[in-house]
């Protein structure tokens, strides 16, 4: 064999096994992004760390009549890693995941860590969040300790279509960003 197809079948493993150990979850456990209302309630339903209880736990957002289902697992799974969770909807499909940690029993090293390990160094950080993303899925570490796990495609179409123009202090901060 010679020296340009041995590099190019070692240049597509490479790139394979990267695309294996890179990609961002779709969500957490059998919670994921894109399921139906009802899918996430069966899947919350089938593990107790959740605290789901049941559609007592679903309201109807007021502003953009879209479901929101908050579970307590303080309450409800007394030995969850887990706050308060929040799943979000959009068009009845699944768009956020958000997972409020429980502080006294993980930290915010161990996951970040855990994230570096499995998806290499965040796309995005500063002193708030670190942010990994893919063209489907953007998964954040935020602090105090929340994962968020956010479908791209969904919100890049509601920003797109908001097309809200930036505020006067929006636009100066960014002169001076470009100005440095």
Not at 2 to 10: A, E, P, Q, R
Not at 112 to 138: H, Q
């Amino acid at each position: 064999m010679n020296t340009k197809k041995i590099f190019g079948i070692s240049l597509f493993l490479f790139a394979s096994l990267s695309a294996c150990v890179f990609a961002l979850p779709s969500g957490y456990g059998k919670v994921k992004l894109g399921m139906s209302v009802d899918a996430v309630k069966d899947a919350l339903k089938s593990d107790h760390q959740f605290g789901y209880r049941g559609d007592r736990d679903v309201t109807l957002s007021p502003k953009d009549h879209e479901t929101v289902i908050e579970t307590d697992p303080t309450r409800f799974a007394a030995f969850s890693f887990f706050d308060r969770c929040w799943f979000q909807f959009s068009d009845e499909k699944l768009s956020v995941i958000t997972l409020s940690m429980n502080r006294d029993m993980i930290d915010h090293y161990a996951i970040f860590s855990e994230l570096c390990e499995k998806y290499g160094n965040p796309n995005e950080i500063s002193p708030k969040k670190s942010v990994w993303k893919s063209d489907d899925v953007t998964l954040s570490l935020e602090k105090p300790l929340i994962i968020k796990y956010v479908d791209a495609k969904v919100f890049k179409e509601k920003q797109d279509a908001s097309n809200v123009e930036k505020t006067t202090s929006e636009k100066a901060k960014d002169e001076f960003l470009k100005g440095l």
